[in-house]
Each structure stands twice: as C-alpha cells, then as structure tokens.
C-alpha cells in the first residue's frame, strides 16, 4: 500500500489541453514536493509546498496544499509536448523523510 | 558542477552474484540518499545519510542489502547475493539540509 496515492496513472492529452493530477494521503507532511522524471533520468524538482493552503506557479503549472497538509494537486494550463514525463509527488516527514508516490505519466501528443 | 554521478548505468549479472553500485554525490550536499523504482512499487527510499551517517535503513528489503558511505563524496549499495526480484532502477540523491534533492541518472539493474 502505498502512503501517497496518486491519480490518474496515466494520462494521454492533445496539445492544448488542460489536465489535473491529484496526489492524496491519510498523513500530515511537513511539506509536499512534485518531481517530474523524463525516461532515462532520475527526477526533477519542481516545487516544494509547506504551508496548507499554499499556492505556487511555475509558468503554465500550479501547485496547491491543501488545508491539512494531506495532499496536493498539480494543474497543467495549454500542456505542450515538453510536459511529457513521469509526475511524482512526495510528501516529507520531519524535514529528512520522503516518501514518493506511485506517479502519473503524462503524454502529451502534438 | 558535474551533478550527482552514479556508476555503472546499467548492469547485468546472474542470481547469486554480488552487485556494487556506486554513487558520488555532489560537491558540499551533507545528505544522501538510495532509491529503487519498479514499476510495481514506485520510488522507495532505501537508507539514507547525513553527513556520512547512516540515519535510517528502514527501506532496505533485507540483510543482503547493505549500505556505506566512507566519505563526503563517496557512496555505495551492495546487494549480495543477488536476486531476481532486485531488478530495478537504482537511484541516488544528494542534499543540502534535506531541502531539494537532486537525483542521479541511476543504475539499471537486471539480475537474470
């Protein structure tokens, strides 16, 4: 069983498009981390959340704590090819602890 | 910098061998960290160090996985023997006060 659930597993958009990845826990996360890993490569950090409520945005993405601190969601506006990849979310315990989640695999088609 | 630096990048060997897989974190980073990803269970944390300590080896599988770190820049995962079920992608991060951690490219691991 795994600590974060992540949802959808999979998801294969046109250009264009907007989706929404969700990443859910029964656990409190001092803060909540969202990686993106390309074939081949270990992942990327995109962001890093702490405080529940939290808002940030990375160009075209953006990223929600929620209230609780139990999870988290990843909005991607007009996907593009080059968001094609691996998405993993992490949920950090005591600062030190990381526990990633199952991943979505995006597919974003031309 | 050059990144963290894992070696070999891929690797096959046959059940029963010993596996050494190797990783240099980067430069000044005083944490780091092993993982292994399958497509089944995803990216498990295995062990990890803080300033060349192991901290907590609560993920590795069994006793014939083990861990050290000799230095600062310098890190290995041993599996011996080896066994099938080991195949995986194992990957190596390092970080500076447990903030954003960078990841190796890692090792792929078949053991046939």
């Known amino acids: 069983t795994q600590l974060l659930e992540q949802s959808p597993q999979f998801l294969s958009i046109q250009e264009g498009e907007n989706l929404t990845v969700y990443c859910n826990s029964s656990?409190?996360?001092?803060?909540l981390q969202w990686y993106r890993q390309e074939p081949g490569e270990g992942p990327v950090l995109l962001v890093t959340v702490v405080t529940g409520g939290e808002v940030k945005k990375l160009k075209r993405l953006t990223f929600q704590f929620g209230d609780a601190r139990k999870d988290s969601s990843l909005h991607i506006t007009a996907a593009q090819p080059g968001d094609t990849g691996l998405y993993l979310c992490?949920?950090?315990?005591?600062?030190?602890?990381?526990?990633f989640g199952s991943g979505t695999k995006l597919n974003v088609k031309p | 910098d050059a990144g963290v630096i894992q070696s070999p990048r891929h690797e096959v060997t046959e059940m029963g061998q010993e596996v050494t897989l190797r990783c240099k974190p980067i430069?000044?980073?005083?944490?780091l960290f092993w993982y292994r990803q399958t497509m089944m269970r995803g990216l498990e944390l295995l062990i990890y160090?803080?300033?060349?300590?192991?901290?907590?080896d609560s993920g590795m599988p069994e006793d014939r996985f083990s861990a050290k770190m000799p230095n600062a820049s310098f890190s290995t995962l041993k599996i011996q023997p080896s066994e099938p079920r080991d195949s995986a992608v194992y990957f190596c991060?390092?970080?500076?006060?447990?903030?954003?951690?960078?990841f190796g490219p890692g090792t792929r691991l078949t053991v046939l």
């Open positions: 991060a390092s970080t500076l006060n447990a903030d954003t951690q960078y």
């Open positions: 992490a949920g950090v315990y005591n600062f030190n602890k990381f526990y």
């Open positions: 160090f803080n300033n060349n300590v192991p901290i907590d």
């Open positions: 656990s409190v996360f001092s803060s």
């Open positions: 430069s000044g980073h005083n944490s």
